[in-house]
């Protein structure tokens, strides 16, 4: 399969611990968004890559998130001193920016829940 | 900021019924209109998008929509729903300026057989 790949697909964690996800974006896709997903509710932005460079980072990414994407190809999303609050299912989308309108969609992979206790 | 608004949380709906799903977003400006689609315990996937050009887009399993400029809407429809379509729907815009894609609250669709 070569679609959006992400792990672990579900951590459960105490609070205050730290947990780190990975994401492998479809091949040679040169963007990568990570979303947060809570229930009821539809994808937050919480930032995207072009390549290795992290372009834009959304006001819900507190300092206690980082993002990296060191290669340009897979990326991780580390959450420290995590609260019950950062409970949520985090996806990982990837697109081909630069070839045209086609790079305008971006192809979500099946997520990974994170459960703080 | 630009925002999504769907119009209703939950659709139960029998099989053969037809379905519209309202969306609405904030800017006014040129953009680009996606409804994803979440089936349960699956990851999202899309349904269909619009770019520029005919205003009535087609997408996969019969699922169709329709850009209204001058209302900043998106509906989605879907002339027969079966049990298959139940999953949750989401709207989703990306305008030419901004590079995230904002995605609305969803809709979940319930289809009784």
């Known amino acids: 399969d070569t679609g959006v790949s992400q792990d672990p697909r579900h951590k459960i964690t105490k609070r205050g611990q730290n947990v780190t996800f990975r994401c492998d974006p479809i091949?040679?896709?040169?963007?990568l968004y990570w979303y947060r997903q809570t229930l009821g509710q539809g994808p937050e932005f919480l930032t995207y890559?072009?390549?290795?460079?992290?372009l834009e980072k959304s006001r819900l990414l507190s300092d206690r998130f980082s993002a990296e994407r060191p290669k340009g190809s897979f990326s991780t999303l580390e959450i420290q001193r995590t609260e019950q609050g950062d409970s949520a299912m985090y996806l990982c989308a990837s697109s081909l920016w630069g070839t045209g309108l086609s790079g305008n969609t971006i192809y979500f992979g099946e997520g990974s829940w994170l459960t703080v206790v | 900021a630009q925002s999504v608004s769907q119009h209703n949380h939950h659709v139960i709906l029998s099989e053969a019924a037809s379905l519209e799903l309202g969306c609405n977003y904030s800017?006014?400006?040129?953009?680009?209109l996606f409804w994803y689609v979440q089936y349960p315990g699956q990851h999202l996937q899309l349904l269909l998008k619009y770019f520029s050009g005919d205003p009535l887009v087609k997408g996969i399993k019969g699922f169709e929509a329709e850009f209204i400029k001058s209302k900043f809407s998106f509906n989605l429809r879907k002339p027969s729903v079966q049990w298959s379509d139940t999953a949750e729907y989401f709207c989703a815009v990306k305008d030419n300026y901004g590079q995230n894609f904002v995605f609305g609250p969803g809709t979940r669709l319930s289809v009784l057989p």
């Open positions: 800017y006014g400006g040129t953009v680009n």
């Open positions: 091949s040679e896709h040169n963007r």
């Open positions: 890559f072009q390549n290795e460079a992290q």
